[in-house]
């Protein structure tokens, strides 16, 4: 008997997982849809290209939508087991609490094992995957975007206008090019006769560096009070539009990295921290070290930290699930709290471990620590199972 319980708990559970788990990477994908929709229509973006983003996309949020998915199918699981005196059926066969809640508790730990073995290596890698396609679009799509007589505003810092285009977009006339210094303190104003576009191929991975190849024209320079500074007259000018090299390098971020790695650099920017602190360097170059090695060590802990969160949320959620038969109760509202609570102090104590005010070990794991609490709180109370 008691191992068709079992079954049939773990069997309940998985369903609602499932769905909810699907909901949630769905839900949290809507955040990027206006972008990729944005290149499919403005860059003209094959269906595979655009399946393959998605798919990136929905891998590098599994992460954060399992936790959720696991609290929410273990509550919408125990409510209904309450609901149809299932629970009170279980208890009158002499099964206590704990024998009701292992099967979720081994079916959480094998959702917590792949999502952490998932996050090794492969959610990066997937991360990667989508970030690099959306840059090598972007830039790929600056040849097709530019139309005559309409301003393009999608080079950083300058917006470029031009009374003629050739259909393939490489070649102008009448070329106005409007650029902002980032310090935002001085502008260029940029008038030529024709221009065209250059492209330069790295290898069939990476998009190609594009530059503005200009003719016959002059320079204006103004500063922030709108006054000419200098005025500059040229025959050719050459204006770096997207340099693909610079961009892979802003794209090699943390999240697209392996937990092996992470380890290495973390080691790297340690030991590097150190011999600043021998050289006796400035305060504000040893806190740049100090905030570099820590955000590495928050991206590596968060990772560590998914594994107890989706335990602690079933736990949690088999707690607040279960009511006493029809008319019992319902602790959504309560459940719903305490999740927006969760987050709320674990976003906190992770910007915070982001500044080096607090180690990132224990900006991760210290609302996990809570949470059990929580949780084991509402355990308690349901003695009335026995």
């Known amino acids: 008997m008691l191992k068709v319980t079992t079954r049939y708990l773990a069997s309940s559970f998985i369903p609602p997982f499932v769905m909810g788990f699907i909901f949630f990477v769905a839900f949290l994908i809507t955040f990027y849809m206006f972008r990729i929709i944005g290149l499919i229509v403005n860059k003209g973006v094959d269906l595979m290209t655009v399946l393959s983003m998605v798919t990136n996309l929905s891998v590098s949020f599994f992460p954060l939508a399992a936790p959720l998915a696991a609290f929410f199918a273990t509550i919408f699981t125990l409510n209904k ?13 002499g099964m206590s609490k704990f024998k009701i809640f292992t099967p979720f508790l081994v079916t959480s730990l094998l959702i917590a094992f792949t999502i952490h073995s998932l996050n090794g290596i492969f959610i990066p ?4 995957a989508f970030k690099n396609t959306v840059v090598k679009l972007t830039s790929a799509g600056v040849l097709t975007s530019i139309k005559s007589g309409q301003f393009f505003t999608e080079i950083p810092n300058a917006t470029l206008f031009a009374e003629d285009v050739t259909e393939d977009g490489n070649n102008f006339k009448g070329v106005f090019l409007q650029v902002i210094d980032k310090s935002r303190l001085q502008q260029r104003i940029i008038f030529a006769n024709t221009g065209s576009l250059i492209k330069i191929y790295a290898d069939q ?3 190609p560096s594009l530059r503005l190849h200009l003719n016959e024209g002059n320079i204006i320079k103004i500063d922030e009070s709108g ?3 200098e005025k500059v007259l040229f025959k050719e000018y050459d204006f770096p539009v ?3 090299e610079l961009a892979m390098t802003m794209l090699d971020k943390d999240s697209m990295k392996t937990n092996s790695e992470l380890l290495e650099i973390i ?6 921290y150190s011999d600043a602190q021998s050289a006796q360097k400035l305060p504000n170059e040893l806190e740049d070290l100090k905030k570099s090695y820590f955000k590495t060590q928050v991206e590596l802990y968060s990772r560590y930290a998914v594994f107890p969160q989706i335990i602690l949320f079933v736990f949690l959620g088999f707690t607040l699930g279960i009511t006493r038969g ?26 915070l471990a982001q500044k080096a005010k607090i180690d990132p070990a224990l900006a991760n794991f210290t609302p996990s620590v809570i949470l059990l609490g929580v949780a084991t709180y509402f355990y308690k109370k349901l003695d009335w199972i026995g």
């Open 227 to 229: 006054s000419q500074v």
């Open 125 to 128: 890698k997937a991360n990667a």
């Open 205 to 207: 991975w990476h998009a």
């Open 267 to 272: 080691d790297l920017k340690i030991a590097k």
């Open 81 to 93: 087991l309450s609901e149809d005196s299932e629970i009170i059926a279980m208890r009158s066969f």
């Open 326 to 351: 029809r008319g019992g109760g319902n602790n959504s509202v309560k459940a719903l709290i305490i999740m927006v609570g969760y987050y709320i102090v674990y976003f906190f104590l992770i910007s």
């Open 242 to 244: 997207f340099n693909s």
